[in-house]
């Protein structure tokens, strides 16, 4: 069965510790199960850029709770799950620093990033670039609201959902090997991406 989680986050300056809102969407035989999306408090400036960017600033958090008040939550919504996010080692490395700023610990987990499996996909003749709004309208995959947490969140689930229908691929981790890809890993105190070629891994 087609089991994940999907995350998305958004920062409020270059900071990568710097979380201010967070979605994550499970999914279980390819359907959305439950979802999960918080503003965070990130205890400190916004950048004007990021403030462009997202549509938040320090008001709109200022009741918010901080990462450490939904660590655990987060942590525990995720699970064991294989993790899906478009850009992944942007999401992840918010995850892990943050996680860090705040002294939380969490089980890894491993990761497959869609933006890297699209480039792989996707003919550059064909796309102008591989942002995710651009990649949902090439497979045709609606998105509103691009870089509120839970519309990308949604949106990468989508595409990695459409790559399992494009291989035949009855879960995640066989889609995975038909794509020849190895996952990622989440950790505590490092993060990689997946990459091409196959390792045989379990998740």
């Known amino acids: 069965m087609l089991n994940f989680t999907a995350i ?5 300056c270059a900071d990568r510790s710097s979380l201010c809102q967070i979605a994550l969407v499970r999914y279980r035989d390819g359907r959305i199960e439950d979802s999960f999306t918080s503003l965070v408090n ?3 400036e916004f950048c004007a850029i990021n403030s462009r960017i997202t549509g938040l600033s320090c008001e709109d958090v200022a009741a918010a709770p901080a990462f450490a008040d939904i660590a655990e939550q ?4 995720i699970g064991s799950d294989l993790l ?3 850009n992944m080692p942007f999401d992840s490395s918010v995850l892990m620093r943050t996680s860090k700023r705040y002294d939380k610990s969490f089980y890894p987990v491993y990761s497959f990033c869609t933006l890297l499996a699209s480039k792989g996909e996707i003919d550059e003749k ?4 591989y942002k995710l709004p651009t990649v949902c309208a090439y497979y045709g995959i609606p998105i509103e609201h691009h870089h509120d947490a839970l ?5 990468a689930a989508e595409i990695f959902k459409k790559f399992a229908e494009i291989y035949h691929a009855d879960s995640a981790q066989d889609l995975l090997y038909r794509m020849r ?4 890993r989440v950790e505590p105190e490092r993060v990689s991406n997946c ?3 196959i390792i045989s891994v379990r998740f």
Not at 126 to 129: A, D, G, M, P, S
């Open 151 to 155: 519309a990308d969140a949604v949106a």
């Open 84 to 86: 899906v996010a478009h």
């Open 195 to 197: 990459r091409n070629g």
């Open 8 to 12: 998305d986050t958004e920062t409020a």
């Open 181 to 184: 890809i190895t996952p990622g």
């Open 42 to 44: 990130p205890q400190m």
């Open 74 to 77: 987060v942590f525990s919504f």
């Open 126 to 129: 064909k796309i102008k670039n």
